[in-house]
C-alpha cells in the first residue's frame, strides 16, 4: 500500500498558453490525488496566467516572476514554496499518463528508492503520439549518467526525506543535468521505474543549430559545473554523442 505522500508538482511556464491546460489536465487526471501544482509563469507575454487561472482547484498554485528568469529560477522558486516530501517535474508543454504518480511512488517506497524516473513516449505538436517510446536504462549512477544523459525531466521523481533539500544550479541552459549528476554524486542511484508514464512534446523545425546547443550546453556542464578533465570530457561526450544518435534513429 501506498504511503499517502504529498506530491509536489513543479512546472515552469513561459509562453505556454496554448500547452499548458493539456499538463495541467493530466495532473488533475491522476489516480493518486495527494499532490500539490505549483505553475512558475517566468514572466510570460501570452495567456499562460489566463490559461493558469482558469483552473480552481486548490491544489493547484500559480506564481509570477516579476521578470524572465529562466527555467532554474522558476524550479528553484517552486521548490523554496514546495510542501511535499516527494517532488515530480512537469514541463507546461508536457504531459502525464494518469497513473504516473502511483506507480512511481509504489516503486519506490517498495524499493526505498530515493530518485527514480522512468520511460516515456513521443508526440508532436498536436499531441499526437508519433510511434516512439524512449525506453530508458534500468539504473543510472553518476559515472553511467556522464555518458548518456537519458533521465527525462518529465518522468523524475525525488523524495527529499531521503535527499535532503536540494535546488538547480543558477544557469540557462542543462539545469536538469547539473543537479541529477549532483544528486549521483552523492551516491544516489537514480533508478527506472519501468513504465511508459509521460508523454514528451517534440516540436516542428528543431533545427541543426539547436542540437548543436544542447551539445555545448552539455560540454559546459562537464567542464565548468563537473570540472572533468580535458580527455575524460571528451571521453564522456562521445558517449553522450553515441546515445543521443541512437535515440533519435
Not at 497513473?99 to 522512468?118: H, I, P, R, T, V
Request: charged content about 20%.
Amino acid at each position: 500500500m501506498i504511503t499517502n505522500e504529498l506530491v509536489s508538482v513543479i512546472t515552469p511556464a513561459y509562453n505556454s498558453g496554448f500547452y499548458l491546460a493539456d499538463a495541467i489536465r493530466s495532473v488533475l487526471a491522476q489516480s493518486y490525488s495527494n499532490w500539490e501544482m505549483l505553475i512558475v509563469d517566468d514572466y510570460s507575454a501570452d495567456n499562460t496566467a489566463d490559461v493558469a487561472r482558469s483552473f480552481t482547484d486548490s491544489r493547484i498554485r500559480y506564481l509570477r516572476n516579476e521578470q524572465n528568469r529562466g527555467s532554474a529560477f522558476s524550479r528553484n522558486r517552486a521548490l523554496q514554496e514546495a510542501q511535499g516530501r516527494y517532488i515530480a517535474f512537469l514541463d507546461a508543454d508536457d504531459m502525464w499518463l494518469p497513473d504516473k504518480l502511483e506507480k512511481q511512488l509504489a516503486y519506490m517506497q517498495s524499493a526505498g528508492c530515493a530518485f527514480c524516473y522512468s520511460n516515456y513516449s513521443i508526440i508532436n505538436q498536436a499531441g499526437k503520439h508519433i510511434g516512439k517510446d524512449i525506453i530508458c536504462p534500468n539504473s543510472m549512477t553518476y559515472s553511467a549518467y556522464l555518458k548518456d544523459t537519458a533521465i527525462g525531466c518529465l518522468t523524475v521523481v525525488i523524495d527529499r526525506k531521503l535527499t535532503g533539500d536540494f535546488r538547480f544550479p543558477s544557469i540557462r541552459t542543462s539545469q536538469d543535468m547539473a543537479l541529477w549528476l549532483s544528486l549521483l554524486k552523492q551516491g544516489y542511484e537514480a533508478r527506472n521505474q519501468g513504465d511508459v508514464t509521460a508523454y514528451y512534446r517534440v516540436f516542428s523545425g528543431s533545427s541543426t543549430s539547436n542540437k548543436l546547443r544542447a551539445a555545448t550546453d552539455v560540454w559546459r556542464v562537464y567542464r565548468n559545473i563537473e570540472h572533468l578533465s580535458l580527455p575524460y570530457a571528451i571521453y564522456c561526450f562521445c558517449g553522450y554523442a553515441y546515445h543521443a544518435i541512437k535515440k533519435r534513429l
